[in-house]
């Protein structure tokens, strides 16, 4: 008996853990352009069944890959949130817990709305953590229109507080 309730709270915590890991979209109160519209929601994979929208809202694969500078002091634990902008006139927000690390290369797959090619990127860092100074070397995303690859990041993000810096490919 007591190795079945071990196992049911074993699976209990594991389930909390999960349930704690999933990225929540946030809304950017300064959108620099007035051409792009945020889609109704942004999503990640698999479809929450209690998202209120059908698969279908959200059956386009965007990949990214993240790769943090080699350089000492490059990584961060700061909350980190792209935008995305779309050659379809959307972008989307996806937040990210501080995990990347200085040389790291960090990939996630998306199921979103289609948003086209995705032709430009904001970074925002919340300035937060130890050593918040963030210095990516490129983002790279593939999507249903083609690959985008972003390189010209000319100076390290939340190194000061909370910062924003855009680039396009």
């Known amino acids: 008996m007591k190795t079945f309730k071990a196992s049911i709270l074993s699976v209990a915590a594991t389930s909390l ?17 007035n051409t792009y519209t945020a889609p109704s929601a942004v999503l990640s994979e698999p479809l929450p069944s209690d998202s209120g929208l059908s ?13 943090t500078q080699e350089r000492e002091n490059a990584g961060t634990d700061s909350k980190i949130s ?11 927000t996806q937040s990210f817990p501080g995990t ?9 797959r998306l199921m979103l709305p289609n948003m086209g090619k995705i032709t430009k990127i904001t970074l925002r860092s919340d ?13 790279t995303i593939d999507g249903p229109s083609g690959t985008s ?13 909370a910062d924003a810096y855009t680039t396009t490919n």
């Open 55 to 67: 698969a279908q809202a959200a059956n386009y694969a965007y990949n990214f890959t993240i790769k």
């Open 149 to 161: 690859k972003f390189t010209n990041f000319t100076r390290s993000i939340g190194a000061g507080g």
């Open 17 to 33: 853990l999960f349930a704690n890991v999933s990225f929540a979209a946030e809304e950017i109160p300064n959108v620099d352009s």
């Open 100 to 108: 990347f690390e200085q040389g790291d290369i960090d990939t996630m």
């Open 127 to 139: 300035g937060s953590g130890y050593k918040p100074g963030w210095r990516p070397e490129y983002v």
């Open 82 to 92: 792209i935008t995305f902008y779309g050659s379809n006139g959307t972008y989307l």
